[in-house]
Nanobody, 128 residues
């Protein structure tokens, strides 16, 4: 069964860091651009950061530039999102998505359309 499985969410205080991971199960991620999207309560899902299949091209939403870093390890079939200096407005369910040979900027600004696979999400809560 092909699926993406997110992990690493949790409750942190403002200013702290958290790393979320997305692993491919039954799916070789080596030919897929990967993206992290988030959905805050009552809001639409938005692209946060995306990376191409080789890990050489990345895209970040303005709201997370300089604080978040996306990376991937194709030998482990896993993509990561390191989140530093977290703010309450970063709270939401974080989903990973895969699009075969996708373009990171197009993928992240697509409004979550056209993905090949989605994970079920992991909740990140930033609160004091």
């Amino acid at each position: 069964q092909l699926q993406l499985v997110e992990s690493g969410g949790g409750l942190v205080q403002p200013g702290e860091s958290l790393r979320v991971s997305c692993a491919g199960s039954g799916l070789n991620l080596g030919t897929y651009a990967m993206g992290w999207f988030r959905q805050a309560p009552g809001q639409e899902r938005e692209g946060v950061s995306c990376i191409n299949h080789l890990g050489r091209t990345t895209y970040y939403a303005d709201s997370v530039k300089g604080r978040f870093t996306i990376s991937r390890d194709n030998t482990k079939n896993t993509v990561y999102l390191q989140m530093n200096s977290l703010k309450p407005e970063d709270t939401g369910v974080y989903y990973c998505a895969a699009k075969r040979f996708g373009n990171p900027q197009a993928m992240c600004t697509s409004g979550d359309r056209g993905m090949d696979y989605w994970g079920k999400g992991t909740l990140v809560t930033v609160s004091s």
